[in-house]
């Protein structure tokens, strides 16, 4: 897919403006010039004809209905002025060019006038006995062709045509030099007024860009966390109210966030007392519980059953418990690595084995993959990565070792039904645990961000995707020098 031409906000009021301009100035202009035009050829056009029918009287009145050659040759000679010359034309037969006195080719760009020069349309209207008039471009030059019917007056006063025909060329060239002159400064004009249209549009932009500019960096800084972030407000326009919009609007958002904040944090500090608090009390409570355990077999049947769900409700009570203080750790910013040269694929076995898992999980440990990890964390990631894969996947379970010269990454799969596309986005939430694609959900629903807040504090990270022929499929990538706890790498 061809990607489209985008232009930013200056480059389209200025492409606006410039429009504007030429389509205007060549509106105008343009009017102007077509009136011009049209007036200068109109009057040099009915000078003409004027100044032809005031000759037309001096071949009055007519010798011979039939002229010849001779007679023809007169009248064309009596026609013709200083602009152009003229021709007679009687049926077939037609005079010489007639020339007016001096030598008038120099000073005209007229051709020799013949009847083959003169269109077909006017020698017809003027055979009807009308003046007609043609402009005619010849040799790359306008001139105006004029003919007349010569009428002749019977002596009981009556008129009938008698089929001569009286053509005159007059140049138009010094009026298409005028008219040339008015379309040159037409244009002249039109680029002026297009340099003017970019000056204001430029002055314009300006004025418009720079609020819209504040606009853009203020909501910028607003989307990078600066919430005091505000715009200076000038004048009353519609640019100032989106400016005094934005500044209520930041303000609003900056109440609400520090209420949420304040909130969060309560919330926060809540659960981490009441985790903290909880603790003594469990501990005495898992106490009992072992020694219930312990005495179950002894117990009644019912009384056995209740002392081994208490006794497993307290470890799973003890369990959230857990989690919640880890997970206040990371919130508060003190959770802290601490590294150690490890055998990753030892490191792996060493889950698997102090779990019960190995005969359970197919691993593929490529030997003297080595890397500066925190052991305990990487072990809670992968104990809830296989767990996870156990609980709710299918067999077999996998966990594969791959890495290059920057990082490990270690791939647990099952082959269950897999994630649905909904549920993928929230795997990591806290206390989510609604994958109705999987069998019924245990534990706190902490585990896998626990996980991930472990990776992240390496620079790693832990992702989720389902394999194409089924089941869930969790990568843990792991950089090999994870940060110092100072905060710089080794």
């Not at 469990?282 to 006794?311: F, I, K, W, Y």
């Not at 470890?315 to 919130?331: A, K, M, Q, Y």
């Not at 996998?398 to 549920?423: F, M, N, Y």
Request: proline share 6%.
């Amino acid at each position: 897919m061809t990607p489209r031409l985008s232009l930013g906000l200056r480059a389209r009021l200025l492409f606006a403006f410039a429009l504007l301009c030429v389509v205007t100035a060549a509106a105008v202009a343009g009017g102007m010039y077509v009136q011009a035009r049209n007036d200068i050829l109109q009057r040099a056009q009915d000078a003409a004809v004027q100044a032809m029918k005031s000759r037309l009287e001096a071949v009055f009145p007519l010798r011979s209905a039939a002229p010849g050659l001779a007679e023809l040759n007169e009248i064309a000679g009596t026609m013709a002025d200083g602009n152009g010359p003229a021709v007679a034309v009687y049926h077939e037969v037609h005079s010489s060019t007639g020339m007016p006195p001096g030598d008038w080719r120099p000073r005209v760009n007229v051709p020799v006038l013949t009847p083959e020069v003169i269109p077909a349309g006017l020698r017809r209207e003027v055979a009807d006995g009308h003046v007609a008039w043609q402009r005619v471009i010849r040799n790359g030059a306008p001139f105006l062709v004029i003919g007349a019917p010569l009428p002749i007056i019977e002596q009981d006063r009556t008129t009938r045509l008698s089929g001569i025909e009286v053509y005159l060329a007059r140049s138009l060239l010094p009026e298409q030099r005028s008219i040339d002159e008015l379309a040159a400064r037409a244009w002249a004009i039109g680029g002026l007024a297009l340099a003017f249209a970019v000056v204001l549009a430029l002055l314009a932009t300006r004025g418009v860009l720079r609020p819209v500019r504040e606009l853009g960096r203020a909501a910028r800084l607003l989307g990078e966390g600066e919430l005091r972030t505000r715009i200076a407000v000038r004048g009353s326009d519609e640019l100032a109210d989106v400016a005094r919009t934005f500044n209520n609007t930041a303000a609003e958002l900056e109440r609400h966030v520090k209420q949420l904040r304040e909130m969060e944090a309560d919330a926060r500090r809540f659960v981490a007392d009441v985790s903290h608090e909880l603790r003594t009390p469990l501990a005495a409570l898992a106490a009992v519980a072992d020694v219930l355990d312990e005495e179950a077999a002894g117990l009644p049947e019912h009384a056995g059953r209740a002392a081994r769900l208490v006794s497993q409700e307290t470890l799973n009570l003890t369990g959230l418990v857990n989690d919640l203080i880890e997970i206040s750790r990371f919130d508060s910013g003190v959770a802290a690595l601490a590294l150690n040269e490890v055998d990753v694929a030892e490191l792996v076995r060493a889950t698997l084995r102090t779990r019960g898992w190995p005969e359970r999980v197919d691993a593929e440990l490529p030997p003297a993959v080595t890397a500066r990890l925190d052991p305990r964390r990487v072990d809670v990631i992968l104990a809830n990565l296989v767990g996870n894969a156990l609980r709710h996947g299918e067999p077999p379970v996998s966990v594969r070792l791959c890495a290059d010269q920057d990082w490990i990454t270690l791939e647990v799969r099952d082959h269950g039904p897999g994630l649905k596309e909904a549920v993928l986005p929230h795997v990591f939430d806290r206390f989510y645990k609604a994958s109705t694609a999987r069998a019924r959900s245990e534990g706190s629903g902490l585990g896998l961000a626990i996980a991930r807040e472990n990776a992240r504090l390496h620079e790693g990270d832990i992702t989720v995707t389902n394999a194409p022929d089924g089941g869930a499929v969790f990568t843990l990538r792991l950089p090999r020098r994870a940060p110092d706890p100072d905060g710089g790498p080794e």
